[in-house]
């Protein structure tokens, strides 16, 4: 069964500043895909990103970057010019090919100070 | 257009009593996904549905059931309410099964029970 691992539960961030978030999967398909989802105090989880195993190049949303490292089995989250904004759960998501359900990290809440 | 709407938004019920949660997706999505989130086990998928059939299903107890209209819009029963099942019960759409389509969240129900 694939598992994600986010081993961060918190960070701060001072605002303008850059953060990366960290996040490991494991599992033994080749072609699946990854997201980072964030969960403010609203509680609705939106998608900040997503990315394709089968795509070398790393997504790419605004402020919003990842490092994806298939071998490593690693897919972290930059956010650069930290925003007030940001502050928020940030999940990391696995699904794999054939679009079943998403497998959760624990998530990691994210501190922007003024 | 109008995002994934869930009802009601909070609920409170007793052990032993049984609860009803509706989930209506973004109009023309036809795939809806239930997912249980808790401080303690995280977020956990329950099971997913599609044109009424249920496609996929999470390791719960049969207590936990859904159904799907042809409206596409769905319910989730969970019945003995135990203290454990105090949650909040997050439901996704997506315009169909499989990995090139996106998940878009509701804001959730959240579920004391007492």
């Known amino acids: 069964a694939q598992t994600v691992t986010q081993s961060q539960p918190e960070m701060s961030v001072q605002e303008a500043e850059t953060v990366t978030l960290s996040c490991t999967y494991d599992?033994?398909?080749?072609?699946?895909?990854l997201f980072w989802y964030k969960q403010p105090p609203s509680r609705q989880m939106i998608l900040v990103i997503r990315q394709e195993a089968y795509k070398q190049q790393n997504a790419t949303e605004n402020r919003f970057s990842v490092n994806f490292q298939k071998a490593a089995k690693s897919f972290s989250l930059k956010i650069s010019d930290s925003q007030l904004g940001d502050a928020a759960m940030y999940f990391c998501a696995y699904r794999d090919e054939y679009g079943n359900k998403l497998v959760f990290g624990a998530g990691t809440i994210l501190r922007v100070k003024s | 257009k109008a995002g994934v709407t869930q009802t009601p938004r909070y609920l409170i019920k007793t052990r032993g009593q049984q609860v009803t949660l509706s989930c209506s997706p973004i109009s023309g999505h036809r795939s809806v996904s239930w997912y249980q989130q808790t401080p303690g086990q995280g977020l956990q998928f329950l099971f997913e549905?599609?044109?009424?059939?249920?496609?996929n299903k999470g390791n719960f107890p049969g207590r936990f059931s859904g159904r799907q209209f042809s409206n596409s819009r769905s319910e989730m029963n969970v019945s003995t309410l135990e203290l454990g099942d105090s949650a909040l019960y997050l439901c996704?759409?997506?315009?169909?099964?499989?990995?090139?389509?996106?998940?878009?969240f509701g804001s959730g129900t959240r579920l004391t029970v007492v």
């Open positions: 599992t033994s398909e080749s072609d699946y895909y």
């Open positions: 549905y599609f044109s009424e059939t249920q496609r």
């Open positions: 996704a759409s997506s315009l169909n099964p499989g990995r090139n389509y996106g998940y878009t």
